[in-house]
Nanobody, 115 residues
């Protein structure tokens, strides 16, 4: 069972920045993809950004140009740098990894964008 531990959420003003971190309990080389999802109250969980083992990345249209996903293989970690945050970015953010047909989730970290 893969354990994922997220950190870095919090309260930030509109226009501000946050960096989310997700550390895995084992080497990330075995994962096909690593990514971030988010879920706002009353809404479904949506993909925010994903990074593949081959180094490609993809983003939801709503965050392109503002968010950047990166990974540190030595630290078994994936990060989400979020800039120019908007109130509509408010959600619980979840780290997700996929290995074959199996998906694993972190516990989630709250991001609140408000003045």
């Amino acid at each position: 069972q893969v354990q994922l531990v997220e950190s870095g959420g919090g309260l930030v003003q509109p226009g501000g920045s946050l960096r989310l971190s997700c550390t895995a309990s084992e080497s990330i080389f075995s994962f096909n993809t690593m990514g971030w999802y988010r879920q706002a109250p009353g809404k479904q969980r949506d993909l925010v950004a994903v990074s593949t083992g081959g180094g490609s990345t993809d983003y939801a249209d709503s965050v392109k140009g503002r968010f950047t996903i990166s990974r540190d293989n030595a630290k078994n970690a994936v990060y989400l740098q979020m800039s120019s945050l908007k109130p509509e970015d408010t959600a619980v953010y979840y780290c997700n990894v996929r290995r074959g047909v199996f998906r694993y989730w972190g516990q989630g970290t709250q991001v609140t964008v408000s003045s």
